[in-house]
């Protein structure tokens, strides 16, 4: 019987079937996507990198217009009810 040994180790092998769980198939598609959406902000305006990096990380923001109001909305709230908290 012949025997398969595997030329990567196995931290390398429990590192891959731990992404390929839902969780991370969902996390790797998010940046993934992500990281397509810095290249082309990058491309489009290339002497601001950290800018298109920042507007990245929140692509759906950025791809939903609507979605980018509410959650500015949400942030606003959540703002003003930390001042609020802080100041009490």
Same mark, same amino acid.
Do not use: C, E, N, Q
């Given at each position: 019987? @012949?025997? #398969?040994?595997?030329? *990567?180790?196995?931290?390398?092998?429990?590192?891959?079937?731990?992404?390929?769980? $839902? +969780?991370? +198939?969902?996390?790797? &598609?998010?940046?993934?996507?992500? *990281? %397509?959406?810095?290249?082309?902000?990058? *491309?489009?305006?290339?002497?601001? !990198? !950290?800018?298109?990096? &920042? +507007?990245? *990380?929140?692509?759906? $923001?950025?791809?939903?217009?609507? @979605? &980018?109001?509410?959650?500015? #909305?949400?942030? $606003? %709230?959540?703002?003003?009810?930390?001042? #609020?908290?802080?100041?009490?």
């Amino acid at each position: 019987m @012949l025997s #398969v040994v595997s030329p *990567l180790p196995s931290t390398t092998l429990h590192f891959i079937s731990t992404i390929m769980t $839902l +969780k991370g +198939k969902i996390f790797s &598609g998010y940046g993934v996507i992500g *990281l %397509l959406f810095w290249a082309y902000f990058v *491309l489009v305006d290339g002497h601001r !990198a !950290a800018f298109a990096f &920042g +507007k990245a *990380l929140v692509w759906p $923001l950025t791809m939903f217009p609507a @979605l &980018g109001a509410f959650m500015g #909305v949400v942030v $606003l %709230l959540l703002i003003i009810g930390a001042i #609020v908290l802080i100041y009490r």
